[in-house]
């Protein structure tokens, strides 16, 4: 069964519609550049059209919706200028979080991280892989304890996600090599998280998060040169 086609639970009946909605679109349920057209979508849910547009206007504020001057909405095409600003709200967010969790270090946190890299070694596919590396991220974010880093993740987390999912054509034929090297990279991670060294960790992370942005970047130029 899709994302769109599962029964809606009781709860917040927009939250419902944004959550289900977010996950269609950075899964590529949604595809990159589709119309979102409000009767459509409450069809497909089965809800009214008005916690369909409640949960649009939410997901235009997170960037995962794009609107235009005469109201249609749409999922957004992530270009490299994307990549590039996204990289960039990492290099501020998530050093710090890998500095203040290291602070906080927790056996349960570094378990979870270890059990992550572990499924990570297993996945078969491209979304797999993205969705367990923002998974990854995320576990360093809320092991932070910082309240107002966590809320600032969480708008970018999606965005991040979508773009690995719009990145695909770039690594797809290399994907073992990519998982790999997610695998090496989350270890040294773990390495500095556990150092007791919070200074390390926070150029653990800001130098993860530079090779990566490089790698990308390289990949989309080799990619764009191709075509």
């Keep these: 069964m899709t994302t769109l086609g599962k029964p809606l639970e009781r709860q917040s009946l927009s939250t419902v519609v944004q959550e289900r909605l977010s996950r269609a679109i950075v899964s590529g349920e949604l595809a990159a550049g589709e119309r979102l ?18 949960a649009l ?18 999922v957004p095409v992530m270009q490299a200028d994307d990549l590039q600003e996204i990289f960039l709200v990492r290099l501020a967010l998530e050093p710090v979080a ?9 056996k349960e946190v570094v378990a979870a991280l270890k059990s992550n890299i572990e499924r990570t070694r297993s996945v078969e596919t491209l979304a797999e ?8 991220h995320d576990l360093i974010v809320q092991a932070s304890e910082l309240p107002r880093l966590r809320k600032l993740w969480s708008f970018v987390r999606y965005q991040i996600e979508l773009w690995l999912n719009q990145m695909q054509p770039l690594v797809s034929e290399n994907f073992a090599e990519t998982r790999n090297l997610t695998v090496k990279s989350h270890l040294q991670l773990v390495k500095a998280f556990q150092s007791g060294d919070a200074d390390a960790a926070f150029a653990a992370m800001r130098q993860h998060i530079t090779g990566w942005q490089s790698h990308l970047a390289d990949g989309q130029a080799v990619n764009s040169s191709n075509t």
Excluded: K, N
């Design 37 to 54: 057209r409000e009767p459509e979508l409450a069809t497909r849910l089965g809800v009214s059209r008005a916690p369909v547009r409640e």
């Design 57 to 74: 206007i939410g997901l235009e504020f997170a960037g995962l919706v794009l609107s235009d001057e005469r109201g249609h909405s749409s």
């Design 98 to 106: 890998m500095q203040q969790a290291s602070l906080r270090l927790s």
């Design 129 to 136: 892989l993205g969705a367990i590396d923002v998974e990854f």
